[in-house]
């Protein structure tokens, strides 16, 4: 149980366009779902944190125009990168909280290896 | 401001032999939650144990253990008859509550046959 599927697992886009990045709770329902950047040999950095049907509270140093945060519903929240550019090429983690059970447990999708050329 | 703090960058340990990982952490909480992660080269984040701050048992997960020091604000994992899919990347964790999870830098572990 507590799987979070993340879509797609790798794209490459061009410079100035856009790209979303969907994360899934496929067997429970996330009332919280994180976003994570995380670079090459680093720990994971907590970009924005949505709950179902608000608006997203994002990280200090996290320009929320160019990360749209979505979380229409409770097993689907979308993260779009507006006008890429080269420094945006990261690895995009997700996880999800049903907010029940043990400390509120967060499950973390596969990734998402965005490069932007 | 919570943090917390992993000292090691890299550890290495011969398969079957016994490793510890260190994690500190600052707080000024006195209910919250730790984790370990393990992160391996498919970078899928893998939960291998918490522990929960009001509890002075030390939690234990088969070949993993931690040492749980409230008053120190220390949080090692132990990880015994190490296995060559041990090697990974560590992450220790603190949340307090619903709150974000705050992660470490990381231990890159080895495990040499």
Same mark, same amino acid.
């Given at each position: 149980?507590?799987? #979070? ?5 790798? #794209?490459?886009?061009?410079?100035? +366009?856009? #790209? ?9 329902? $996330? ?17 924005? +944190? ?21 979380? $229409?519903?409770? +097993?689907?929240? +979308? ?39 | ?21 260190? @994690? ?14 393990? !992160?391996?080269?498919?970078? !899928? ?23 749980? !020091? ?21 992450? @220790? ?16 572990? !080895?495990?040499?046959?």
């Amino acid at each position: 149980g507590a799987v #979070v599927s993340q879509h797609p697992s790798r #794209v490459i886009c061009k410079s100035g +366009t856009s #790209v979303k990045i969907e994360c899934r709770s496929l067997d429970f329902q $996330a009332t919280t779902m994180f976003w994570y950047r995380q670079f090459p040999k680093q720990s994971l950095m907590l970009m924005a +944190t949505s709950n179902e049907g608000s608006k997203a509270t994002y990280e200090q140093g996290v320009e929320k125009d160019k990360f749209l945060i979505n979380h $229409a519903s409770l +097993t689907l929240s +979308t993260l779009t990168v507006t006008s890429a550019h080269p420094e945006d090429s990261s690895f995009y983690i997700c996880s999800a909280s049903s907010g029940q059970g043990i400390a509120y447990e967060q499950y973390f999708g596969p990734g998402t290896r965005l490069t932007v050329t | 401001a919570q943090t917390v703090t992993q000292s090691q960058p890299e550890m290495s340990v011969q398969e079957a032999e016994t490793v510890t990982l260190s @994690c500190t952490y600052d707080t000024s909480e006195s209910d919250y939650y730790l984790f370990w992660y393990k !992160q391996p080269p498919s970078r !899928q984040m893998i939960l291998v144990i918490r522990q929960e701050a009001y509890k002075q048992q030390n939690a234990t997960e088969n070949r993993f253990s931690v040492n749980f !020091q409230k008053a120190a604000k220390s949080f090692s994992l132990k990880i015994s008859d190490s296995q060559l899919g041990d090697a990974a990347m560590y992450f @220790c964790a603190y949340t307090k509550n619903t709150d974000k999870l705050i992660f470490g830098t990381g231990t890159r572990l !080895q495990v040499f046959p």
